[in-house]
Nanobody, 124 residues
Framework: QVQLVESGGGFVQAGDSLRLSCAVS????????MGWFRQAQGKEREFVAA????????PYAASVKGRFTISRSNAKSMVYLQMNSLKPEDTAVYYC?????????????????WGQGTQVTVSS
């Protein structure tokens, strides 16, 4: 049974930082691209960041580049999203997703497994 469990969301002020974590079980984590997506209320789900199995490729959405950092621990089957300089427009439910075994993709349809999401709210 594949499980992705996010944690670390919360309510913060603009300019603050948060670190999201995603614990993964039930699949070969170390071979898969992992990604973070988000969905704001009334909007479509959008790509935030992804990381290749080796950590060598880490594409970001333009809106978060320079503020967010994705990382992973293959030994712990964990993926992280460090979010700095948070803005009110970062408010959304953040989802962790397990992607393909080959290649890094920013397309949500390429991700087979998803977590339940964690809410991030940034107040101005």
């Amino acid at each position: 049974q594949v499980q992705l469990v996010e944690s670390g969301g919360g309510f913060v002020q603009a300019g603050d930082s948060l670190r999201l974590s995603c614990a993964v079980s039930g699949l070969t984590f170390s071979r898969r691209t992992m990604g973070w997506f988000r969905q704001a209320q009334g909007k479509e789900r959008e790509f935030v960041a992804a990381i290749s199995w080796s950590g060598g490729s880490t594409p970001y959405a333009a809106s978060v580049k320079g503020r967010f950092t994705i990382s992973r621990s293959n030994a712990k089957s964990m993926v992280y999203l460090q979010m700095n300089s948070l803005k009110p427009e970062d408010t959304a439910v953040y989802y962790c997703a397990a992607g393909p075994l080959v290649g890094v993709t920013t397309t949500s349809s390429s991700y087979s497994y998803w977590g339940q999401g964690t809410q991030v709210t940034v107040s101005s």
